[in-house]
């Protein structure tokens, strides 16, 4: 069994920055070729993707990252090589990317950005900016 595990949210103002951070342990996967994803779910909305990573060996080629459309160019996913964590940047907060944020993760697929591809996921950390 894998455990998920995300810490790191809260109530920030808008345009402040927030580090949210993600550990798998447990059975994991393959170290060398896992992919994680960090989704968020807002009140009366789908859960959406926010940023995922995938990676195959510890070489920055075999490593292959996507955001969501409404936070590329503020957000930053990345990971620690030396365990199965990543980390989720957020800068320039907007009111609207208030909601649970989730980490997942799974095994290397190339559909990394869809929620399916997810076998583990964790209890969700809340994040909200107030305007």
């Known amino acids: 069994q894998v455990r998920v595990v995300e810490s790191g949210g809260g109530l920030v103002q808008a345009g402040d920055s927030l580090r949210l951070s993600c550990a798998a342990s447990?059975?994991?996967?393959?170290?060398?070729?896992?992919?994680m994803g960090w989704f968020r779910q807002a009140p009366g909305k789908e859960r959406e993707l926010v940023a995922a990573?995938?990676?195959?060996?510890?070489?920055?080629?075999?490593?292959?990252?996507y955001y969501g459309r409404s936070v590329k160019g503020r957000f930053t996913i990345s990971r620690d090589n030396a365990e199965n964590t990543v980390y989720l940047q957020m800068n320039s907060l907007k009111p609207e990317d208030t909601g649970v944020y989730y980490c997942?993760?799974?095994?290397?697929?190339?559909?990394?950005?869809?929620?399916?591809?997810?076998?583990?996921w964790g209890q969700g950390t809340q994040v909200t900016v107030s305007s």
């Open positions: 997942a993760a799974g095994r290397y697929t190339s559909i990394y950005y869809s929620p399916q591809a997810y076998d583990y």
């Open positions: 447990g059975r994991t996967f393959s170290n060398s070729a896992m992919a």
């Open positions: 990573i995938r990676w195959s060996g510890t070489s920055a080629s075999g490593t292959a990252i």
